[in-house]
């Protein structure tokens, strides 16, 4: 079993830019949540797919969209890049209560 | 509001001693409680969680939390700390009746000094 992986582990954009993130979730999970983890400090909760839909949404403008496929793969997009956003970007998986995570995708804004 | 405070940014401890590693919450129903270790450039790794049941939690790697729901506390311990604990721990809650989201405290830096 690979866990949850994330592509890519890192990248670098220049404000106004869009961005897609990656996930695969642990094998037999059907749940993906979104983190933002900025330097220093512990995860911000994005928002949580289950079924192909947003289930729920943490304090974040609508810049931050995303999606699930019918595998439970999941995809974050960000529009119009801030400095801001400048952080880790967390995924996680879970079937139930327990969240596995990936390592994550360093984004950098220019 | 829901939140999650661990009060000490760094905690120092002498390999060999026994560690803990403070965490209090706030939730408006029953909590579902977290820790997760991130060692640098890393994921968070799951070390253990209390749902229900037995206030004394057993994890991964010897840790241990003990749930104080008069206290609104989760501390996380380990009778022996090793080098290797060295890293950044964050303690985590759910509102079981509310939401699925995580609520994450700050973090807390353990460091083990051989």
């Known amino acids: 079993d690979a866990g949850v992986t994330q592509s890519p582990t890192h990248l670098i954009k220049t404000r106004g830019q869009q961005v897609t993130l990656r996930c695969s979730p642990k094998?037999?999970?059907?749940?993906v949540s979104w983190y933002q983890q900025a330097l220093g400090q512990g995860p911000q909760f994005i928002f949580q797919?289950?079924?192909?839909?947003?289930?729920q949404r943490g304090n974040f403008p609508d810049r931050f969209s995303g999606h699930q496929f019918p595998n439970y793969s999941s995809e974050l997009n960000v529009n119009a890049l801030l400095l801001g956003d400048s952080a880790l970007y967390l995924c996680?998986?879970?079937?139930?209560?327990?969240?596995?995570f990936g390592p994550g995708t360093r984004l950098t804004v220019l | 509001a829901q939140s999650v405070a661990q009060p000490e940014d760094q905690v120092n401890v002498a390999e060999g001693n026994p560690l803990t590693v403070k965490c209090t919450y706030s939730?408006?129903?029953?909590?579902?409680l977290f820790w997760y270790v991130q060692y640098p450039n890393r994921g968070l790794q799951f070390l253990l969680k209390?749902?229900?049941?037995d206030n004394l939690v057993k994890g991964s790697y010897g840790f241990e939390a003990e749930f104080n729901k008069s206290q609104t506390s989760f501390h996380l311990k380990k009778p022996s700390a090793l080098v290797s604990d060295s890293a950044l721990y964050f303690c985590?809650?759910?509102?079981?009746?509310?939401?699925?989201?995580?609520?994450w405290g700050a973090g807390t830096k353990l460091i083990i000094k051989p």
């Open positions: 996680a998986s879970s079937l139930t209560n327990e969240q596995f």
């Open positions: 094998s037999g999970h059907d749940t």
């Open positions: 797919y289950y079924e192909e839909e947003e289930r």
């Open positions: 939730v408006s129903g029953n909590p579902y």
């Open positions: 209390y749902i229900t049941g």
């Open positions: 985590a809650v759910r509102d079981i009746g509310s939401n699925y989201q995580l609520i």
